[in-house]
T-cell receptor, first 112, second 116 residues
Framework: ELKVEQNPLFLSMQEGKNYTIYCNYS?????LYWYRQDPGKSLESLFV?????AVKQEGRLMASLDTKARLSTLHITAAVHDLSATYFC????????????FGTGTRLTIIP | EAGVTQFPSHSVIEKGQTVTLRCDPI?????LYWYRRVMGKEIKFLLH????????ESGMPNNRFLAERTGGTYSTLKVQPAELEDSGVYFC??????????????FGEGSWLTVV
């Protein structure tokens, strides 16, 4: 059974600082997803990482995937208040079976 | 284009009562998914429809939960009778085709259920 572990669960950081959220998964999964959720809002897709070594960047967020280590990271550069949200990673349970296994989420708070 | 809409956004019911959650997917999306997040836990898969057919309902926790998608449009998720441990957020999502084939999956804002 695929398990996805995300850490930290809570992260409070100052504006302008850099930090990384980690996502480990237990069995082979070739696709890794990152989502953002603002309070009371839907899950917004940030990145889909499809292969080993994949790196994607959007603004101050950069996601990477190492399938050999079964690790994905979401790196935040020079954080700004607007990035405060809960971030989830998710992996496909088995390729093609249309089922996502989520991590517990990281609640990120950016302090001015 | 309207997103995935869910109703009600919040519901408080007593243990033993029945609640029906509704999801309207994005128009033209054949794939519809239900997920839920109970307090302090991960978001977990419940089931997957393709049009009106259940493709995978392996995540449904027990027979108190019944999901339907008559006509392949909107879907309902009924909990009967509700128990305290059913409290949480129920998310619906949809995609035009399989998201494993590269189609984007869109989530609704969720229906918060509190069983007291």
């Amino acid at each position: 059974e695929l398990k996805v572990e995300q850490n930290p669960l809570f992260l409070s950081m100052q504006e302008g600082k850099n930090y990384t959220i980690y996502c480990n998964y237990s069995t082979t999964s070739d696709r890794l997803y990152w989502y953002r959720q603002d309070p009371g809002k839907s899950l917004e897709s940030l990145f889909v990482l499809l292969s080993n070594g994949a790196v994607k960047q959007e603004g101050r967020l950069m996601a990477s995937l190492d399938t050999k280590a079964r690790l994905s990271t979401l790196h935040i550069t020079a954080a700004v208040h607007d990035l405060s949200a809960t971030y989830f990673c998710a992996a496909e349970t088995n390729f093609g079976n249309e089922k996502l296994t989520f991590g517990t989420g990281t609640r990120l708070t950016i302090i001015p | 284009e309207a997103g995935v809409t869910q109703f009600p956004s919040h519901s408080v019911i007593e243990k033993g009562q029945t609640v029906t959650l509704r999801c309207d997917p994005i128009s033209g999306h054949d794939n519809l998914y239900w997920y839920r997040r109970v307090m302090g836990k991960e978001i977990k898969f419940l089931l997957h429809f393709v049009k009106e057919s259940k493709q995978d309902e392996s995540g449904m926790p027990n027979n108190r939960f019944l999901a339907e998608r008559t006509g392949g449009t909107y879907s309902t998720l009924k909990v009967q009778p509700a128990e305290l441990e059913d409290s949480g957020v129920y998310f619906c999502a949809s995609s035009r085709g399989p998201f494993s084939s590269g189609n984007t999956i869109y989530f609704g804002e969720g229906s918060w259920l509190t069983v007291v």
